[in-house]
């Protein structure tokens, strides 16, 4: 059975950090890109970034551009979101997902981000 | 304001044919695939189309997918009122170097 469960998310200030996890199993992990995708409270549903399968591809929507990190870890079937500089918009839940691609596509529960003083 | 133009609503009643359109440009629909999501509240994504008119095993043949130049097409044929939901097309950007989503269109059955 494919798996991702997302963690790492919470109750953050604006400015803070915080580093979102993703731990993958079912699936040839190292054979996909894959992404970030979020969800704001009420709204519709926005591409984060991305990773090529060896790491060596990253790319991001402008928004979280200089203050968000995709990366992975092939050797533990895991992704990470490494966010920085965090805004109140920045608020949402966070799915990992792999995206259309050989003919799959898999997704995690999500895991919700606020960004509040 | 979304890359991708969808309508925010669509209806229809049960058994009914309704379509929700997903409106691009060249450097996206125009040169790629667009995939279909349905969401219900509380719950991630489920993939409906990909490469633009296939459908995965175990979504039922009431789906169906095109596209044609910079835009494309959901169509949901006998709709049930458990396909009362969100509907989100995606397709890569070449000139952002990204995926892109569109708005969503809430169905209301």
């Known amino acids: 059975e494919v798996q991702l469960v997302e963690s790492g998310g919470g109750l953050v200030q604006p400015g803070g950090s915080l580093r979102l996890s993703c731990a993958a199993s079912?699936?040839?992990?190292?054979?996909?890109?894959m992404s970030w995708v979020r969800q704001a409270p009420g709204k519709g549903l926005e591409w984060v970034a991305n990773?090529?399968?060896?790491?060596?591809?990253?790319y991001y929507v402008d928004s979280v551009k200089g203050r968000f990190t995709i990366s992975r870890d092939n050797a533990k079937n895991s992704l990470y979101l490494q966010m920085n500089s965090l805004r109140a918009e920045d608020t949402a839940v966070y799915y990992c997902?792999?995206?259309?691609?050989?003919?799959?596509?898999?997704w995690g529960q999500g895991t919700l981000v606020t960004v509040s003083s | 304001q979304s890359v991708l133009t969808q309508p925010p609503s669509a209806s229809g009643t049960p058994g009914q044919r309704v379509t929700i359109s997903c409106s691009g440009s060249?450097?996206?629909?125009?040169?790629?695939?667009v995939n279909w999501y349905q969401q219900f509240p509380g719950t991630a994504p489920k993939l409906l189309i990909y490469?633009?008119?296939q459908r995965p095993s175990g979504v039922p043949d009431r789906f169906s997918g095109s596209k044609s130049g910079t835009s494309a097409s959901l169509a949901i044929s006998g709709l049930q009122s458990e396909d009362e939901a969100d509907y989100y097309c995606?397709?890569?950007?070449?000139?952002?170097?990204?995926?892109?989503f569109g708005g969503g269109t809430k169905l209301t059955v």
């Open positions: 995606l397709a890569r950007d070449d000139s952002l170097g990204a995926w892109v």
């Open positions: 079912g699936f040839s992990f190292s054979s996909y890109w």
């Open positions: 490469s633009s008119d």
């Open positions: 060249s450097s996206n629909i125009g040169r790629n695939n």
């Open positions: 990773i090529k399968e060896d790491g060596s591809k990253k």
């Open positions: 997902a792999s995206l259309p691609q050989h003919g799959s596509d898999y």
